[in-house]
């Protein structure tokens, strides 16, 4: 009877430890194939928002979809934008003017609230892309509007910084 019980107890063991291997395996493999998903989408350099992930607040908006003056014509990088949304030139100038209005020289005198507010006026990132346009090429060809909002909602010693929130509106904007 002992030889049995022992035999009983000993596989008893082995059964258990096999087990809690074949667990440990289990949960390495698993656990290597989230992380590997992670890591793959964490170096993605195909979608904006991949090559994006890892620039500065100025950079995001300088490589944005919607401050490409050339976007909405053409698309960018197997990208394209909505036509069916776009704006007629009169209203894309419009939009850059009053994004001109509220620039101000440097970072002095701009309104950051109004500017955010023509912004959010844009339904897709083509629309602001038009807009872009519009603003650096004639008839006002006022300059780059990536570089003017940089500048304007880059907060300074005393301001608020409002680059942040500006990139989180034109990212979660459709193409």
Do not use: C
Not at 105 to 125: F, I, V
């Amino acid at each position: 009877m002992a030889n049995t019980k022992g035999k009983i107890i000993l596989g008893t063991m082995l059964v258990g430890v096999t087990g809690l291997f074949s667990f440990l395996i289990y949960r390495s493999i698993r656990n290597k194939r989230i992380l590997n998903n992670i890591f793959d989408k964490l170096s993605d350099t195909t979608s904006a928002e991949g090559q994006q992930a890892l620039l500065s607040d100025e950079d995001k908006l300088k490589g944005s979809y919607a401050l490409d003056p050339n976007f909405w014509k053409q698309g960018r990088a197997g990208a394209k934008p909505n036509t069916d949304k776009l704006m007629t030139s009169a209203t894309a100038r419009k939009y850059a003017k009053e994004f001109n209005d509220n620039v101000g020289y440097g970072d002095l005198l701009s309104d950051e609230t109004k500017l955010l507010a023509t912004a959010k006026k844009h339904k897709t990132q083509g629309q602001l892309s038009q807009t872009a346009y519009a603003y650096g090429n004639a008839p006002l060809s006022y300059g780059s509007l990536a570089d003017d909002l940089q500048t304007a909602l880059k907060g300074g010693l005393l301001e608020k910084d409002y680059l942040t929130e500006f990139n989180t509106y034109i990212t979660s904007l459709p193409l």
